[in-house]
């Protein structure tokens, strides 16, 4: 005789049920701790965002939204990049020297691109976070200056950016628009919100 006072059916119960509430238990903490991670809604909000720009032609702009911004991607005519050398002087920042929105190192040029047909910048304006509007047409036109060459107008307090996104002298905006991170994954398609590793 045992002199375990369970007796082995008791026993079986005991470990089928103490199993059973470990399975409930595993089912019923799941949802809990899968609601710590982000959201697909989250996610998608941090990701990158490639982009077909084939179709893009010469003084036609697209814009995709990173991070739930605006980003503006614009492939500049042979004139358009012609216009940019000639209003440095006309610049708060030509250089894009300032740090509040950082100028990625390969977008230090005159162009402010990888490559200079192609402009990637946020279409947000530096000064009180309106989205600038496109006057892409040269000449003289309301709110703009007589010798305008094309680029932006922020209508709200009158800040005017180039087509490479680089703020005009004594305007509300203090900053150039900002360029996002970026690279090309082929000559057509681009990503924003990743470029190149050291």
């Known amino acids: 005789m045992s002199d375990n006072p369970v007796d082995s059916s008791k026993r079986t119960w005991l470990i089928a049920s103490t199993c059973a509430g470990a399975v409930g238990a595993g089912f019923v903490a799941t949802p809990f701790v899968s609601s710590f991670q982000p959201s697909e809604r989250a996610k998608a909000a941090g990701a990158a965002v490639e982009v077909d720009i084939s179709a893009l ?17 614009m492939k500049r005519s042979p004139e358009q990049l012609e216009s940019l050398k000639k209003i440095e002087g006309q610049l708060a920042d030509p250089a894009s020297d300032r740090t509040a929105y950082p100028t990625p190192a390969y977008a230090k040029n005159s162009h402010r691109s990888i490559k200079p047909e192609i402009m990637v910048a946020v279409g947000i304006c ?24 094309g680029g932006f107008l922020c209508a709200c307090h009158g800040s005017t950016f180039d087509l490479a996104g680089r703020v005009f002298k004594n305007k509300p905006a203090p900053d150039n628009l900002e360029v996002p991170p970026h690279m090309y994954l082929s000559d057509t398609k681009l990503i ?7």
């Open 57 to 73: 032609n010469p003084g036609e702009k697209l814009t995709v939204e990173w991070r739930g911004k605006p980003v503006w991607i």
């Open 126 to 149: 530096t000064h009180l976070g309106c989205s600038p509007a496109d006057k892409f047409a040269a000449g003289p036109q309301p709110s703009l200056p007589d010798d305008w060459n």
């Open 192 to 198: 924003i919100g990743e470029d190149k590793k050291a």
